[in-house]
């Protein structure tokens, strides 16, 4: 087996007198697909953005790519050191979070270029072949408040992937979405997932973690209650809050 | 002796070179005020107090005092420490500090009031504090708070007056020229006072084009 690109050791958050994480380890191996799943509250959204430090960490490790993502640092080198690190780190939001005075395209061309990643030609004609990717190409000078929310998010996704992260993460990307619209995006992921880019999602879309995943992992309270193949923690759940957790998902 | 406003055109040159220096006072200022308040407010919001505190003392001294006295103490005052600056960059200096700190003020909420879903996007890219706020941050700041700003600039163009007391000739001084020469004060300081009211129509409608162009992505 590769070394893990994600590397998780003994992580631990707290907000206050929060515990939010309370010793989390985890590895996420290359092109793999990790689905993060459990109640709301279970600490899955928290864990995955401590991975590229929108939230830093109370104690505990995180490697990425072999590199200590947590390292003490003085607050300027601590900076270099996550702009760096993000780039190579695509995240997607709940709610888009795209740049409302941009076009999409200049969304998707703004990082790569203010980072000095290519320069504007190579940009914008990676920018129209991101938006022609996911389905996008007729609406490049469109704003995001000409676009639908399903849109929108394949914009945003268009958008991490034209940093050319080495790992894609997903923050219950289709929660804010009318139902009609959450099949555009789930399409575009699973068109991802089929490239073997390293994907870890957090979900609340059961049936599309089960059917694009490699790897799930349910937590609650803080901790992994259970993680295998999505066979073995849907069909054959061996700890009991997983079972509790997933009869009442389903039976609803 | 009744009103004559025939007596202008005698002093027609005299009005029009107040009002071209008006309207340069009134250019520069807003431009430097406009560019001093999006500076003052990213330092004001720095997580550094060593750059907080110099900016925000500067903003409570031109907040706090009045415009007159800033600009006897820039024109007047700056000369004892020997620093001799002509009337007409004093002024361009007072009333740009001076609007810089209100529209600091301004521009310090708006950029407050944007989405935190918009810092995290763009941190989460890889781009910088200072790269988010000069891309992404300030320009929807501006964007929301372009008819407030407006207002400041509609004053500004107003206070604007205050300058003639330090010699400049702009549009007051060549009014109050053209009094005493003419022993006419009502004619001239009402023609100045038109003169005043169409320059802020200008302006208003440079504003509501600015609004337009801000807001067009919504």
Redesign the interface.
Known sequence: MSEPIVKIRGLKKNFGDLQVLKGIDMDIEPGHIVALIGASGSGKSTLLRTI?Q?EDVTDGQIWFDGDLVNKDLPHRAR?KH??????N???V?Q?F??????TALENVT??PI??GRMNKHEAVDQGHALLEKVGLGDRAGY???QLSGGQKQRV?IA??LA?KPKVMLFDEVTSALDPELVGEVNRVMKQLAQEHMTMIIVTHDLRFAEDVSDHVVFMADGYVVEAGTPGQVFRNPKEERTKAFLHQVFDE | MGLDFSIIPEYADLLLEGTLWTIALTVLAVFFSLAGGVIFAVAQLSRHAFVRWPFAGVAWLFMGTPLLLQLFLIYFGLVQIGLDLNAFTAGVIALSLHFAVYNSDIIKSAILAV?K??H??????????L?AMR??IV??AI?NVTPALGNMMIALLKESSLVSVIGVMELTLSAQRAISDSFRPFEFYIAAAVIYYVLNLGLEMAVRNAERRSA???
């Open positions: 590229n929108l900076e996550l702009n760096q690190l993000r780039q780190i695509g995240m939001f709610h979070n795209l740049f409302p005075h941009l703004l990082a203010m980072l704003f995001p408040s945003a958008r991490s940093m | 989405d879903g918009q995290e996007a763009s941190r989460s890219l890889g781009l910088g504090r790269q891309k992404i320009p929807q964007a067009r992505y919504r």
